[in-house]
């Protein structure tokens, strides 16, 4: 079956620019998680949804930073005015509950230059 | 508040040499471990998780909770077990450690 998929998986903007990166979880998966992943650190926690709405977003780094899950399905991170301390990759993973296996997508390597 | 530490970035090891690959945790509640691998190239997976006490590709990790360590451990390396490895953290969410990349030497 389809696993996680994460569109864009590259994502060139300049400084200043808003960017949306969209993540389709496996189907039935409750739990969605958001990462960022730094080269040479490990994935670092923003934000976790538990159906529609966010259980735990104490991950995200400022107030430019925004998720919705608007159906308890896809998901969309948003980042407004982007700076170029933003570029990383930004991962997607899903799982059935809670604490349970985690599903990861490929990723969207986000530039912003 | 949720932590892990992964005190070795880098673990260079002979084949057919033992591994063990350290992670230690802080968490006030009932915590959930697992061990997650990033092959080169491919997407983050999991390898193995406290609960279910299996032994996947030959790696075992045993939870300690007077120590809160989950170290993961092989007998025996193999060159294809280089890889990134991630100690994860389940609790209110689930967060992971730095990363240990281990590199198996011929």
């Known amino acids: 079956g389809a696993g996680v998929s994460q569109t864009p998986s590259n994502k060139v903007t300049e400084k200043g620019k808003y960017v949306e990166l969209r993540c389709d979880p496996i189907s039935g998966h409750t739990a969605l998680y958001w990462y960022r992943q730094s080269l040479g650190q490990g994935p670092e926690f923003l934000i976790y949804f538990q159906g529609t709405g966010a259980a735990d977003d104490s991950g995200l780094p400022n107030d430019r930073f925004f998720a919705v899950r608007p159906e308890g399905s896809v998901s969309t991170l948003k980042i407004q005015r982007t700076e170029r301390g933003d570029s990383a990759v930004y991962l997607c993973?899903?799982?059935?509950?809670?604490?349970?296996?985690?599903?990861f997508g490929q990723g969207t390597r986000l530039t912003v230059v | 508040a949720q932590r892990v530490t992964q005190p070795e970035k880098l673990l260079s090891v002979f084949k057919g040499a033992p591994v063990e690959l350290k992670c230690n945790y802080s968490?006030?509640?009932?915590?959930?471990l697992f061990w997650y691998v990033q092959y080169s190239r491919q997407r983050l997976q999991l390898l193995l998780r406290?609960?279910s006490r299996e032994s996947i590709k030959g790696f075992t990790a045993d939870l300690n909770k007077g120590e809160t360590s989950f170290h993961l451990k092989k007998p025996f390396a193999q060159e294809e077990d280089s890889a990134m490895y991630y100690c994860a953290l389940g609790g209110d969410k689930i967060i992971f450690g730095k990363g240990t990349r281990l590199h198996i030497l011929p």
């Open positions: 993973a899903s799982s059935a509950a809670l604490n349970t296996e985690a599903f």
């Open positions: 406290h609960i």
């Open positions: 968490y006030s509640g009932s915590p959930e």
